[in-house]
């Protein structure tokens, strides 16, 4: 039975497309992990600093397709002419308050007030290391619409974004952009809520871009689940994967992939190029902070992917032959 259809509910809350547990381990054994871990989950070596240089976005890419990762998920993406950014996570902390929680090993490599002028923002979903309600309220100058998963409206309000700049989508809604440039959301295998309350109470979702020459997936948060063969079928393949494979652990491996079972994602979505997000930016799980990369180059290597996986806040444009800046492999200690 395929997983492509709209979201459900259970009363109020949203549901996976799969049964899916947010968490199989004890309390105290995750806190165990989270007190006795040796890994280096923070870099030892501060990182950066990374700087874009946002003048080369006065000139399309030359092919069309280029990508600058901001950071975690954050991404500004040009495709065929226009350009989105995806969940803009600018503040210092992936957390509820600013002096404690999950701090950014750097900071961002460009000013929000130096974005160049975007067609879209994209927000897969609520939680904090997706949605920052201090980089939002920046935002609530421009004139730029949101495409954000059902329910995530109600934060962008709060926060001062007009009504009519709010698009939500449901799994299968399908936007256009100019006539040109298609969004669709797809469901993912994940969960969503801001606090001890409303959990589930707002969806979470993947995201097909689409324009006149590419076709890309942002992936945003998901475990794995038989979904991404029916992404693949209906709206693949794509030039472009963009998968997480960080905060990954066995604790939540219903919600989060890490590094092997992304590999199996990318080639369920018939991916020809993948890109590793959602790693190398916070501490949000056990493993060391450069594991996650490590493990995908292994993995990636076994099954035959090209990878692309640019340095931070480097505009990089995306080719068939792929690319690895090995930026990470410079911060050894």
């Given at each position: 039975m395929s997983t492509l259809k709209p979201s459900a509910k259970e009363g109020k809350k949203f549901v996976n497309p799969v049964p899916t547990q947010t968490s199989t381990g004890s309390f105290g054994n995750i806190m165990k992990g989270l007190l006795?871990?040796?890994?280096?989950r923070v870099p030892k070596i501060p990182l950066g600093p990374f700087i874009t240089d946002h003048e080369v976005y006065q000139q399309h890419p030359d092919n069309g397709l280029r990508i600058t990762w901001m950071g975690h998920s954050s991404l500004l993406i040009e495709i065929d002419g226009k350009k989105l950014l995806t969940d803009p996570v600018w503040g210092a902390r992936a957390s509820f308050v600013n002096f404690a929680g999950p701090k950014r090993f750097f900071p961002a490599p460009l000013a929000l007030s130096?974005?160049?002028?975007?067609?879209a923002i994209i927000l897969s979903h609520d939680h904090y290391d997706h949605l920052d309600k201090s980089t939002i309220k920046q935002m609530a100058n421009l004139d730029t619409p949101f495409y954000c998963s059902?329910?995530?409206g109600s934060h962008l309000r709060k926060w001062g974004i007009a009504k009519h700049r709010i698009n939500e989508m449901d799994w299968t809604d399908t936007v256009t952009i100019d006539d040109n440039l298609e969004i669709t959301a797809a469901p993912a295998r994940h969960f969503s809520g801001r606090g001890i309350t409303g959990r589930n109470e707002t969806l979470w979702s993947s995201f097909v871009i689409k324009g006149p020459k590419h076709n890309i997936f942002f992936g945003a948060d998901s475990g794995y689940f038989d979904g991404?063969?029916?992404i693949g079928d209906a709206y693949g393949p794509f030039d472009l994967t963009m998968l997480e494979i960080g905060a990954a652990n066995e604790n939540w491996a219903h919600i989060h992939m890490g590094p092997q079972k992304a590999t199996l994602a990318h080639i369920a979505l018939k991916g020809k190029l993948m890109m590793p997000i959602h790693w190398g930016t916070f501490n949000l799980a056990f493993h060391?902070?450069?594991e996650p990369i490590d493990e995908l180059l292994e993995h990636a290597f076994d099954k035959n992917i090209t990878l692309?996986?640019?340095k931070p806040g480097v505009p990089t444009e995306v080719r068939p032959d792929g690319y690895n800046s090995w930026w990470w492999d410079k911060s050894r200690g």
């Amino acid at each position: 039975m395929s997983t492509l259809k709209p979201s459900a509910k259970e009363g109020k809350k949203f549901v996976n497309p799969v049964p899916t547990q947010t968490s199989t381990g004890s309390f105290g054994n995750i806190m165990k992990g989270l007190l006795t871990g040796k890994q280096e989950r923070v870099p030892k070596i501060p990182l950066g600093p990374f700087i874009t240089d946002h003048e080369v976005y006065q000139q399309h890419p030359d092919n069309g397709l280029r990508i600058t990762w901001m950071g975690h998920s954050s991404l500004l993406i040009e495709i065929d002419g226009k350009k989105l950014l995806t969940d803009p996570v600018w503040g210092a902390r992936a957390s509820f308050v600013n002096f404690a929680g999950p701090k950014r090993f750097f900071p961002a490599p460009l000013a929000l007030s130096k974005l160049p002028k975007l067609d879209a923002i994209i927000l897969s979903h609520d939680h904090y290391d997706h949605l920052d309600k201090s980089t939002i309220k920046q935002m609530a100058n421009l004139d730029t619409p949101f495409y954000c998963s059902l329910g995530v409206g109600s934060h962008l309000r709060k926060w001062g974004i007009a009504k009519h700049r709010i698009n939500e989508m449901d799994w299968t809604d399908t936007v256009t952009i100019d006539d040109n440039l298609e969004i669709t959301a797809a469901p993912a295998r994940h969960f969503s809520g801001r606090g001890i309350t409303g959990r589930n109470e707002t969806l979470w979702s993947s995201f097909v871009i689409k324009g006149p020459k590419h076709n890309i997936f942002f992936g945003a948060d998901s475990g794995y689940f038989d979904g991404f063969r029916d992404i693949g079928d209906a709206y693949g393949p794509f030039d472009l994967t963009m998968l997480e494979i960080g905060a990954a652990n066995e604790n939540w491996a219903h919600i989060h992939m890490g590094p092997q079972k992304a590999t199996l994602a990318h080639i369920a979505l018939k991916g020809k190029l993948m890109m590793p997000i959602h790693w190398g930016t916070f501490n949000l799980a056990f493993h060391g902070w450069r594991e996650p990369i490590d493990e995908l180059l292994e993995h990636a290597f076994d099954k035959n992917i090209t990878l692309f996986a640019p340095k931070p806040g480097v505009p990089t444009e995306v080719r068939p032959d792929g690319y690895n800046s090995w930026w990470w492999d410079k911060s050894r200690g």
